[in-house]
Nanobody
């Protein structure tokens, strides 16, 4: 199984920055895509950014130019650098990884427990 542990959330003023980290551990064969999602109160969970094992990123339009996703495959860790934060970025941020536990098995989604990001105006 795969365990994902997020860190780096907190309270920041508008215009500030935070860096989230998500480390994967456990027994698995390979991790494919790693993503960051967020869920604000009363809203659906939405994709913020994702990155393939080869390092190709994609972003939601709302964060393009402000957020940067990266990963360290040797450490099985994905990062989200968030700059110029806005109050509307306030949410619980979740890490997601698509992993295969053994060679030949299919990929399934694994989720972290979430980390709170609060941006004050």
């Amino acid at each position: 199984q795969v365990q994902l542990v997020e860190s780096g959330g907190g309270l920041v003023q508008a215009g500030g920055s935070l860096r989230l980290s998500c480390a994967a551990s456990g027994r698995f064969f390979r991790i494919n895509v790693m993503d960051w999602y967020r869920q604000a109160p009363g809203k659906q969970r939405e994709l913020v950014a994702g990155i393939t094992s080869g390092g190709s990123p994609n972003y939601a339009d709302s964060v393009k130019g402000r957020f940067t996703i990266s990963r360290d495959n040797a450490k099985n860790t994905v990062y989200l650098q968030m700059n110029n934060l806005k109050p509307e970025d306030t949410a619980v941020y979740y890490c997601n990884a698509q992993a295969a536990v053994v060679l030949g098995s299919g990929y399934r989604d694994y989720w972290g427990q979430g980390t709170q990001v609060t941006v004050s105006s």
